[in-house]
């Protein structure tokens, strides 16, 4: 009795344990578990690391492609502005490779009808850039220089300083942009 008894209950054991392993989900093994690609786990008793699967390392260097040497650099562009106060004339230059030839280019721009005492009132690089002055002004206004990533928010700026007594608002007198241009190597 006790023998039946013993190999009834081996049998539900056996039986249970089938039952049990059938709910659980699939799970792939991996032979790699906690390693990197191309490696397995070594070690054990609390110390633990990785070895290389010999023959992965050939197979993982042709699998990751090297990146392309660069071919091409944004390269700095200049302006400039000058300007005479004897004769209000004007010269500029935009989009040069240097900062002197961005000046050279605005000042001879500026002496083209024979200003003598043309200066620079700025240089910038790699944003845009306005001139504002004062409306129908009569000469007691105030102008206003402005640079930002936009045209438009270099105008803002340069609004932003110029005042017209007789109240008639600004007007643009010069507007541009010297942006990075990419270039080759």
């Not at 300007?83 to 002496?111: E, H, N, P, Q």
Request: charged share 15%.
């Amino acid at each position: 009795m006790v023998n039946r008894m013993h190999n009834a209950s081996c049998a539900f054991l056996l039986l249970s344990a089938v039952m049990v392993c059938s709910w659980l989900p699939a799970v792939p093994a991996f032979a790699e578990g906690r390693c990197p690609p191309g490696q397995y786990p070594v070690g054990g008793q609390g110390v633990g690391g990785c070895a290389p699967i010999p023959g992965a390392a050939a197979s993982q260097q042709r699998a990751v492609p090297q990146p392309a040497a660069p071919t091409s650099r944004w390269g700095t562009r200049w302006g400039a502005v000058a300007a005479s106060d004897s004769t209000s004339d004007a010269g500029a230059a935009a989009g040069r490779r240097a900062k002197a030839a961005a000046i050279s280019d605005a000042m001879a721009d500026c002496r083209r009808n024979g200003a003598p005492d043309c200066k620079i009132m700025a240089e910038y690089s790699n944003q845009c850039f306005a001139w504002v002055s004062p409306d129908g002004g009569d000469g007691t206004g105030l102008g206003g220089l402005g640079e930002g990533m936009t045209p438009e928010l270099a105008l803002k700026k340069a609004m932003s300083y110029c005042d017209n007594p007789k109240g008639n608002g600004c007007k643009v007198a010069y507007s541009a942009c010297s942006l990075p241009e990419l270039e080759p190597l």
